[in-house]
């Protein structure tokens, strides 16, 4: 079945870095946009990076732009997100998720969403 | 960037009746090419990732129960669950996804059970 599984979460301090990963399997990995949506704790979604199919096309919040990097690896269906200069906000639950369904006009919303790993940023 | 405003943040209903959730974009959403509105409704139990309910504004995700609905055009959007049951207590969000990021979520309505 369709699965994504994030990795990568801990504590760390402001200032450092940190790497997160999402082990894709049972789909085309390559054929389709990826996306980070991060919730902090008690609060809404916010959607933070998008990848496209290839890699070759990426986007992310203002509120992260400049200090996080998506990325891919098709050979390897992982997804990536490169934390660096971390904040004490951006503190969350940092999910993998697909985009559901393939080409603009087929969009149809952000499916499935792996289970999330927990980044806290505290000194 | 669209704002996504829900309405609203909290409601209380009794088992068996209706729950209406509102859901206001800044801009329009309706994808012109395909005349499909690119507005989702996604349910958030405490402890889950959310799980994807509705997109193109009204189309039910395989596998949802249809006493989910979605219904609006353009800028206004309500989803409705037509009975409520115990097991739809949860935290709803709408979501667009129209061309190009970033790609807003409305804050949440609390559903709660009266």
């Known amino acids: 079945q369709v699965q994504l599984v994030e990795s990568g979460g801990g504590v760390v301090q402001p200032g450092r870095s940190l790497r997160l990963s999402c082990a894709a399997s049972g789909f085309t990995f390559s054929a389709f946009p990826m996306h980070w949506v991060r919730q902090a704790p008690g609060k809404g979604l916010e959607w933070v990076a998008l990848t496209s199919p290839d890699g070759n096309i990426k986007d992310s919040a203002d509120s992260v732009k400049g200090r996080f990097t998506i990325s891919r690896d098709n050979s390897r269906n992982t997804l990536y997100l490169q934390m660096n200069s971390l904040r004490t906000e951006d503190t969350a639950v940092y999910y993998c998720?697909?985009?559901?369904?393939?080409?603009?006009?087929?969009?149809?919303?952000?499916?499935?969403w792996g289970q999330g790993t927990l980044v806290t940023v505290s000194s | 960037d669209i704002v996504m405003t829900q309405s609203p943040d909290s409601l209380a209903v009794s088992l068996g009746e209706r729950a209406t959730i509102n859901c206001k974009s800044s801009h329009s959403v309706l994808y012109s090419a395909n005349n499909k509105n690119f507005l989702a409704w996604y349910q958030q139990k405490p402890g889950q990732p959310p799980k994807l309910l509705i997109y193109?504004?009204?189309t039910r995700e395989s596998g949802v129960p249809d006493r989910f609905s979605g219904s609006g055009s353009g800028t206004d959007f309500t989803l409705t669950i037509s009975s409520l049951q115990a097991e739809d207590v949860a935290v709803y969000y709408c979501?667009?996804?129209?061309?190009?990021?970033?790609?807003?979520f409305g804050q949440g309505t609390k559903l709660e059970i009266k």
């Open positions: 193109w504004a009204s």
């Open positions: 979501q667009q996804y129209y061309s190009t990021p970033p790609y807003t």
């Open positions: 998720v697909r985009d559901h369904g393939l080409g603009m006009s087929a969009r149809r919303g952000f499916d499935p």
